[in-house]
């Protein structure tokens, strides 16, 4: 379940929106630690929730890079209840910023679901410079692929 949480995998690269323009990225995550809370069903494998933060580095199609921190907060679904067997909310915040990149991911386990099964999310991200400033929106997908890293590709749209 350390990877319900972790989606902010993105958020390395929801935070490094810059031009509105469609643009393409990659993103390494570091997460920290896991904090879980509750867990329900027969043996406790569902209805848990988790936090976690981490540190990101995006890099964009010309190659610059942009650094920064992510949050999430995630919880495992009950079997029959959906799509995706964990869903997360997170926000990004560059290096140097105020305003936080949120991001929204759906994941299933790429294989028997476990603490130590990779995970595979897609999601959307939007990013807002300001309360009333241009708003971004994106795509994403990340590879939680052990306990403290996750790798992900994504896309602003114009």
Not at 24 to 35: K, L, Q, R
Request: net charge negative; glycine share 18%; aromatic share 8%.
């Amino acid at each position: 379940m350390w990877k319900s949480v972790g989606g902010g995998m993105l958020a390395a690269a929801l935070c490094c929106a810059s031009a509105a323009s469609a643009e393409n990225f990659t993103y390494e995550i570091t997460w920290g630690d896991v904090s879980m809370v509750g867990g329900i069903g027969p043996d406790g494998t569902w209805g848990r929730g988790g936090t976690v933060s981490g540190t990101y580095v995006t890099t964009l199609a010309d190659g610059s890079t942009i650094n920064g921190a992510v949050q999430c907060v995630g919880m495992d679904q009950p079997p029959s209840a959906g799509v995706f067997a964990v869903t997360m909310a997170c926000d990004a915040v560059r290096d140097g910023a105020t305003d936080a990149t949120a991001i929204a991911y759906g994941c299933n386990y790429l294989g028997e679901p476990g603490p130590d099964t990779a995970l595979g999310c897609v999601g959307g991200i939007r990013s807002q410079t300001g309360t009333v400033g241009a708003v971004r929106t994106g795509s994403v997908t990340m590879h939680w692929h052990s306990q403290n890293a996750s790798s992900g590709t994504g896309q602003w749209y114009e």
